[in-house]
């Protein structure tokens, strides 16, 4: 069975930066698209930025220029690079292999 695990999260200051790490397990992970997405309190789960298998990206309005998402496929990792860290970015940051392998989550809080 495939799992999906996030790490990284924490609390930061506004104006600061995190790296979020997600491990998925499986010896093909290098042909999936990963992605990652956050749930704020009482809001949606919303996208935040997907990499497809050939390293292509795609980012939220909300995170452009901000967050980065890259990924290491020898070691089945998929990264995020958070900078500029607003409150507004606070929320659960979950992992998913595309279609529909999801992680627990990682906790994220940026303090003003």
């Known amino acids: 069975q495939v799992q999906v695990v996030e790490s990284g999260g924490g609390l930061v200051q506004a104006g600061g930066s995190l790296r979020l790490s997600c491990v998925a397990s499986?010896?093909?992970?290098?042909?999936?698209?990963m992605g990652w997405y956050r749930q704020a309190p009482g809001k949606q789960r919303e996208l935040v930025a997907t990499?497809?298998?050939?390293?292509?990206?795609n980012y939220a309005d909300s995170v452009k220029d901000r967050f980065i998402i890259s990924r290491e496929n020898f070691k089945n990792t998929v990264y995020l690079q958070m900078n500029s860290l607003k409150p507004e970015d606070t929320g659960v940051y979950y992992c998913?292999?595309?279609?529909?392998?999801w992680g627990q989550g990682t906790q994220v809080t940026v303090s003003s």
């Open positions: 998913k292999r595309h279609p529909d392998v």
């Open positions: 990499i497809t298998s050939t390293g292509s990206t």
């Open positions: 499986g010896s093909i992970f290098g042909i999936y698209s």
